[in-house]
């Protein structure tokens, strides 16, 4: 059993490991919706092909989360009104899944499934492969930065976070992607910390989640979700009342 404890603590801390970065920079740029509208379209390639075909493909969910990429990429065009826009996107994710998932006959299990999967059962293989491959992730993001300017530059950044949603989706689902992603880097830059800050901070709750989970036996996903929350609410709440109170 504490081989299944320790394939959960090392997926989270993969996971982690990117989505910190992708989060400070969503967090930073005022687009926080970004990654869960992102998330969501993946998640509505993953039902419909769950649908069509009966079993979850990953080419889907991929074309899906790139669609709508390009499409909160394009809306900074109008920035002023793109939060709004990758709102409704989110919520024309939302609805879309559920409406699909009602056709089958294991919608329901499916949707939490894609909500946030119990990441206890995760075999190590792909703990491994996941963490190559995010590895790979991160070397393209340095190049990006190296080598690309202006639009190419944030197109590159939006294909690379695309692909990097769509893979953690169809691994630990929407709700466990966004939390990860926002919480950390939401807490480090409230306490004007940097990444290494993120990281800790995040890898702590995510080891506090799954270990509760594993001993008090509750679903693991939906524990990490509710301890990056709740934390990050803490934090922000704690963060306003101290400059309420020096004015």
Request: contains cysteine; proline residues 2%; aromatic residues 14%.
């Amino acid at each position: 059993m504490m081989d299944v404890l320790l394939n959960a603590l090392l997926l989270s801390f993969v996971l982690l490991g990117i989505h910190a970065y992708f989060g400070m920079e969503v967090v930073r740029r005022g687009i926080i919706f970004t990654d869960i509208a992102i998330a969501q379209a993946s998640a509505v390639g993953l039902a419909l092909s769950l649908f069509l075909f009966d079993r979850p493909s990953y080419l889907l969910s991929l074309l899906c989360s790139l669609l709508a990429g390009v499409l909160v990429l394009l809306s900074q065009r109008l920035r002023d009104y793109a939060e709004a826009f990758i709102g409704l996107l989110y919520a024309l994710g939302f609805s879309l899944v559920v409406l699909v998932l009602s056709k089958s006959l294991h919608g329901m299990e499916e949707f939490l499934k894609l909500s946030a999967k119990d990441i206890l059962f995760v075999p190590r293989e792909e703990v491994i492969k996941t963490g190559i491959l995010y590895a790979v992730f991160g070397l393209f993001l340095y190049l990006r930065k190296k080598f690309l300017k202006g639009f190419w530059s944030e197109l590159a950044f939006f294909v690379l976070f695309s692909l990097t949603i769509t893979s953690s989706v169809s691994l630990v689902g929407v709700l466990i992607v966004f939390s990860i992603l926002v919480a950390p880097a939401l807490v480090s830059l409230l306490l004007r910390k940097g990444l290494l800050f993120a990281w800790v901070y995040g890898a702590v709750i995510n080891t506090a989640g799954i270990v509760l989970s594993f001993y008090l036996d509750l679903p693991t996903g939906f524990s990490l979700v509710f301890l990056q929350a709740l934390f990050g609410i803490l934090m922000f709440i704690s963060v306003l009342f101290l400059k309420g109170f020096r004015g």
